[in-house]
């Protein structure tokens, strides 16, 4: 058990937290930016536009980004707001497939190798990097393309190798660090989710 020596510590502890939920704040504020609006738009449609003709989504990322990539699946395929039928949604996370192309092709490959198994033209795949320079999304959104996929990539920190490459894209800027990054990515996931179940289910 941890135990603070005096009060001088608190106040400081207080501090720090309250400029964490500022950089919080500030960097959700960037999707009221006209890009921001445009893209989750954009992409909402386009998303609910490939479930209606019976394609599906392909997400991907790189440790808490995958965690987002799953969270982002799960909310199709299971429940958001509502009630409503599944929705066609993929995550690459499989641990086999994962471990054994990267032992084989080496790791920038583990995301583009299940794009090329699952993927149809027609399909979205979505690419999250909070750097735009993690090397097998770069290399997934490449074979994406290849295979007349629809892409889009997640991004932050000026967006890196990926800026401009993807169909769209979304860059959370002025953060050094991921977290502040993926907090933003996940709320315009949430919404774009909201968005797509509004275009579908009502």
Known sequence: MLFFSGQGKLPSMKEAILRAVKDGVSAVQQLQSTEAVQFIESVSRRLAEAFSQGNKLII??????LCDAMH????????????????PAIALSCPGHLTCTSNDLGFEEVFSRGIEAYGQKGDIFVGLTTSG???????????????QLITCAFLGKGGGKLKGVADYELTIN?????????????????IIIEMVEKVLFE
């Not at 320079?133 to 295979?147: H, T």
């Not at 002025?174 to 949430?190: G, K, P, Y």
């Open 133 to 147: 320079n993690s090397p097998n999304i770069v290399r997934a959104i490449e074979r994406a393309k290849e295979l």
């Open 72 to 87: 982002f699946g799960e909310e199709l395929t299971g429940f958001f707001r509502g009630k409503r039928k599944a929705l």
């Open 60 to 65: 991907a990322g790189n440790g808490g980004s």
């Open 174 to 190: 002025h953060f050094n660090t991921s977290d502040r990054v993926q907090e933003a990515h996940m709320l315009a996931i949430h």
